[in-house]
T-cell receptor
């Protein structure tokens, strides 16, 4: 595997379900990000982890819970979501201390029924 | 202060033509301005980026023009090809680590 991978690629869940999104980066980076991409809106930064510490939490509802067990893996735990949370969730990674080039995964298309 | 405004929302160009996408920002602390290209079903990928110490950067058919006094930057795609059809996002940030502030995206369609 190369670059940034995300699983699953597609997810359909009910409002009462609990699910998790997984991201893995194979680039040796030390910062990882979660973004939400909705139609006709800018990419919204949700969370930033640098050296496994959360450094940014962009006023995201508590029904989204991130976890970064090591510098290569990032999870987004989902529970009691709302239909308006349906979107493409993108993971990215970068190397702190350099330019801010972020490498994105292919995303997880989430649909909340 | 944190917004990046991008226009147009969509763009249709004939093959061989020039595609131009514009962005404007407010925060003078921004010093890194990348453009990302996104194809359907894929995540955004870095296309080209510029820092404010230069007014232009060219990579192949892609050129960023940067106007620091106007706080504007633009992407020019010369000799546009159908394979360039994608959504383009401008972004801005301060030196890493920092969040990228993205524009709303421009959907480019290049017709043969």
């Amino acid at each position: 595997e190369t670059g940034v991978t995300q699983t699953p690629r597609h997810l359909v869940m009910g409002m009462t379900n609990k699910k998790s999104l997984k991201c893995e980066q194979h680039l040796g980076h030390n910062a990882m990000y979660w973004y939400k991409q909705s139609a006709k809106k800018p990419l919204e930064l949700m969370f930033v982890y640098s050296l496994e510490e959360r450094v940014e939490n962009n006023s995201v509802p508590s029904r989204f819970s991130p976890e970064c067990p090591n510098s290569s893996h990032l999870f987004l735990h989902l529970h009691t979501l709302q239909p308006e949370d349906s979107a493409l969730y993108l993971c990215a990674s970068s190397q702190d201390g350099g330019n801010n080039e972020q490498f994105f995964g292919p995303g997880t298309r989430l649909t909340v029924l | 202060q944190q917004q990046v405004k991008q226009s147009p929302q969509s763009l249709i160009v004939q093959k061989g033509g020039i595609s131009i996408i514009n962005c404007a920002y407010e925060n003078t602390a921004f010093d890194y301005f990348p453009w990302y290209q996104q194809f359907p079903g894929k995540g955004p990928a870095l296309l080209i980026a510029i820092r404010p110490d230069v007014s232009e950067k060219k990579e192949g058919r892609f050129t960023i023009s940067f106007n620091k006094s106007a706080k504007q930057f633009s992407l020019h795609i010369m000799d546009s090809q159908p394979g360039d059809s994608a959504t383009y996002f401008c972004a801005a940030s301060k030196w890493a680590p920092d969040k990228l502030i993205f524009g709303t995206g421009t959907r480019l369609q290049v017709f043969p």
